[in-house]
């Protein structure tokens, strides 16, 4: 089990988590996703997934992958 957190850049509502959150889970080797907008960050529990995987589901919500934290 691998928990990464990472900072995503334009998320400022509940509506944002909610993409983040399905779209992130939607990737394979996904466990669980933890979005807090109020901080811009994002914690993936996954069997190691790669961040470019995270990465485009964010991409796919709308929203910007900006690195680890």
Do not use: F, P, W
């Not at 691998?2 to 334009?10: E, P």
Request: proline share 0%; with cysteine.
């Amino acid at each position: 089990m691998n928990i990464q957190s990472y900072a995503v850049d334009g998320m400022t509502c509940d509506h944002c988590s909610a993409a983040v959150t399905r779209e992130v889970r939607g990737v394979a080797g996904v466990d669980d996703v933890i979005v807090d907008v109020s901080s811009g960050t994002l914690t993936v529990t996954t069997d190691g997934t790669a961040d470019a995987q995270i990465a485009a589901a964010v991409s796919e919500a709308g929203y910007t992958l900006v690195g680890r934290k």
